[in-house]
């Protein structure tokens, strides 16, 4: 039976005030099965009643089911400025891993092919050989932070044009950026550069940094997506960002999904505009890095350290809160525990003190308890929301 209201108390009660829920950091935890992709939906359907602004990024395409939302799905009309990303993100998002060289001579080569489109006009590589350093120098001044934007596609010809070299004898010239190829060490880098240029023609990265226009498509650019959603109020109040487009690629959703998170939290920082965010990613742990000192190089561990005073919370789901990093563990205030059979599972969160592990153990789906801060536990059922039996009677998924 579907209803309006988010979830039914053991004692009959319904769960209304969901505003609490979202107020502080909520993770929803359980095995797989056990509801918990569902209860958000139910969640952000109740949220979108009360017109509270909800951000959720959809790794699987799971969320774009979600009536009454707007989406932006990447490939279809978003893409990422190549621009936005640091050359360090760049390679991550890329999974290359190159050798420090190869990683300096990559900053260079953004750098070239940004004069090239902003300054030059022109969408191939900067050609270095024979061109002044004092030339280039002037160049390089004249970019600015709105001149980010760069052609991605030419990156593995425009790093060959990185290695050069003066001429070893009297002819050497050091004015001049370089007068011919250092070919022994472009060799030596061969398989790395190859790599490059092969991924960047893959089918995921076109998709990612594509803005190439299609007919009767616009595409607008993720960071800017995020940016008006948040500064021009609209009566739409649920902002879906699809990056299924990438499933197969989970390290580059990684990437995408920290920088967007980072950035999103830089603007709230700059423009102290404090009507509440909640922020949704499913399946968290797969978008963490393993490695704590990444971490706090991460967005969303950043908005789960330092969103709160600037009115940005999240909402994340995971099956085992042992997959997410022990310091991560303990940002959240809120908890809905679905299914859980482990006792380290549960112990692992500081916040279940005096919760009953067979209580915990003998949920079934859509089943939960709900840890509130300031507020006592509550045995809960879950809702299916109101729109959920049309969309799941025989109404296939648009494959596109
Ligand atoms: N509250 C509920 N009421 C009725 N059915 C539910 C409820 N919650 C979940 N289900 C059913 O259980 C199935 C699994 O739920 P869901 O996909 O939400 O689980 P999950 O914990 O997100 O699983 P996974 O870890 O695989 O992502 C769904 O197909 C749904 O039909
Ligand atoms: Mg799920």
Not at 195 to 214: G, K, M
Not at 287 to 314: C, H, T
């Amino acid at each position: 039976m579907t209803q309006t209201t988010f979830a039914i108390t053991s004692a009959g009660k319904l769960v209304q005030d969901i505003h609490p829920l979202v107020a502080h950091h909520l993770l929803v935890v359980g095995q797989t099965g056990s509801g918990k992709t569902t209860s958000t939906l139910s969640l952000l359907d109740q949220l979108q009643r009360t017109n509270y602004t909800t951000i959720i990024f959809d790794p699987t395409g799971e969320y774009s089911k979600l009536p009454n939302s707007v989406i932006y799905k990447l490939g279809k009309n978003a893409y990422l400025e190549a621009g936005q990303l640091s050359a360090h993100q760049l390679r991550e998002a890329l999974q290359i891993s190159g050798s420090p060289l190869l990683n300096a001579k990559l900053s260079q080569a953004i750098n070239a092919l940004r004069i090239q489109q902003n300054l030059v006009q022109s969408n191939q590589p900067y050609v270095k050989i024979g061109v002044p350093i004092a030339d280039y120098q002037k160049q390089l001044a004249r970019l600015s932070n709105w001149s980010r934007s760069f052609a991605p596609q030419q990156l593995a010809e425009q790093l060959i044009e990185e290695f050069v070299i003066p001429y070893p004898d009297e002819r050497a010239d050091y004015s001049l950026l370089g007068q011919q190829y250092d070919r022994p060490t472009i060799n030596r880098e061969w398989n790395a550069i190859a790599t490059i240029r092969q991924r960047l023609v893959s089918e995921a990265f076109r998709v990612l940094f594509d803005p190439e226009p299609h007919p009767g498509v616009f595409k607008t650019e993720l960071n800017f997506v995020i940016k008006m959603f948040l500064e021009h109020r609209s009566s739409h109040r649920t902002l879906v960002i699809d990056l299924s487009k990438l499933k197969q690629y989970e390290e580059s959703q990684r990437v995408v999904i920290s920088l967007l998170l980072k950035n999103l939290l830089a603007d709230r920082l700059q423009v102290p505009n404090n009507f509440p965010v909640n922020i949704v990613l499913d399946e968290a742990h797969r978008y963490l890095p393993q490695d704590e000192q990444q971490l706090a190089d991460n967005g969303i561990f950043q908005v789960l350290r330092e969103g709160r005073k600037v009115g940005l919370s999240m909402t994340l789901t995971t099956q085992s809160p042992l997959d997410l990093p022990a310091r991560l563990r303990s940002q959240f205030a809120n908890l809905l525990l679905h299914h859980l059979t482990s006792p380290e599972e549960l112990s692992s969160l500081a916040i279940t003190d005096g919760i009953d592990l067979r209580e915990i153990s003998r949920l079934s789906t859509g089943e939960a308890i709900l840890l509130l801060a300031n507020t006592p536990q509550r045995k809960i059922k879950v809702n299916l929301p109101k729109w959920w039996e049309n969309n799941h009677d025989g109404n296939e998924e648009n494959g596109d």
